[in-house]
C-alpha cells in the first residue's frame, strides 16, 4: 500500500526565494542526463524540478485531507523523452478540504512542478539513461510538489521532510557572500586558530584563490584539508577541487595564519 509523502509546512512557508534560488530546472533530456551522472557521486544532492505536462487527480483522500495526484502510471516529462516515478511510490498531493480540492480540480492549465533529488535516500541506481530515440527512467525522491496557475503563481504546493532536512543541511553548511569563494570551517581545528583562520583577509585571499580557478575550468563546490606538521612542509591532503594552482594558491593564503610548529589538519569549503 502506497504510504503518503509527508507534509511538513504551510503553502505560505514554502513559496520562498531561497528555495527557489536553489532549485535547478530541467529542460531537456540533456539537462536530465547530466543530472543522472552527477547522482553517481557522493556529496550534497541538488534540487531539481521539472514540469509535468500531462497529469491527473485521483480521489480525494477524506482521511488524510488530501486531494492526491493521480500517480499509478509514471510522469511522462520532456515530451516523451523521459519518465519519472516516486521512490517507493508513496502517494503526493495537496492538503485541502473538501470544497479547496474542488477549487484545484477546477484551475484550468494549471501546471504541475515535481521538485525532486537524485540518490537521496541512498538506495540503488536512480536513474537508466536510454538513447534519443527511448525513453529514460527516473526514480525521483520527491522533495515537492506544486501547481503553478498561467500567470506564474504558485497556488498550491506540499513539501516532504526530505526537503526540510536538506534545506536544514544548506543553512548550516552556507558559505558566507556571492560569488566564487571559500572558507575554513573552524569548528574543526583548535580553538586558538578560530580568530585567525575565520579572518576576513583570509576570507578574501581564499576567495581569490577560487575564483581564478573557477575562471579556469575548475570544480565549482568542493572540499579541501590541508596537514600542518611541525619540521615538514605543509601540503594538501585531501582535495576535490581538481586544480593545483588553486591547491597552492590556498596554502599561500592559509599558511601565515597558522603559527610556526603547529601540527593541526585544517579543513576547507569552496563554493561558486
Known sequence: MRCLLAIVVSLAALATPAT????????NIGDLHGACRESAGSGT????????????????????GMLL???????RVLRGSAEIFPTGLESIGFVANRERARELRTLNGAKLRLGFFLGYD??????????AVAVTMVRADVAFVEL????????????????????????????????????????????ALHRA???????????????????????EDGRM????????????????????????????????????????????????
Open 122 to 131: 541512498g538506495s540503488g541506481q536512480p536513474c537508466v539513461i536510454r538513447s
Open 45 to 64: 544532492r541538488k534540487l531539481y524540478v521539472v514540469e509535468v505536462p500531462r497529469y491527473q487527480f485521483a480521489e480525494y483522500d477524506r482521511e488524510r
Open 20 to 27: 527557489s534560488r536553489a532549485e535547478s530546472s530541467i529542460d
Open 197 to 219: 583562520l575565520g579572518a576576513a583577509p583570509l576570507r578574501a585571499a581564499l576567495a581569490e584563490c577560487h575564483a581564478a580557478a573557477v575562471e579556469r575550468g575548475a570544480t
Open 69 to 75: 495526484v493521480d500517480t499509478r502510471r509514471n510522469f
Open 225 to 272: 584539508v590541508l596537514r600542518f606538521v611541525p619540521g615538514e612542509e605543509p601540503r594538501v591532503m585531501i582535495s576535490s577541487l581538481s586544480d593545483r594552482d588553486e591547491e597552492a594558491c590556498v596554502l599561500r593564503a592559509v599558511r601565515p595564519a597558522v603559527p610556526s610548529g603547529s601540527q593541526v589538519s585544517i579543513p576547507l569549503r569552496f563554493t561558486r
Open 148 to 191: 503553478v496557475d498561467d500567470d506564474g503563481r504558485v497556488v498550491a504546493r506540499e513539501d516532504s521532510d526530505r526537503l526540510r532536512a536538506w534545506l536544514d543541511d544548506q543553512e548550516r553548511d552556507a558559505i558566507p557572500g556571492e560569488g566564487p569563494r571559500g572558507i575554513v570551517d573552524v569548528d574543526d581545528v583548535p580553538p
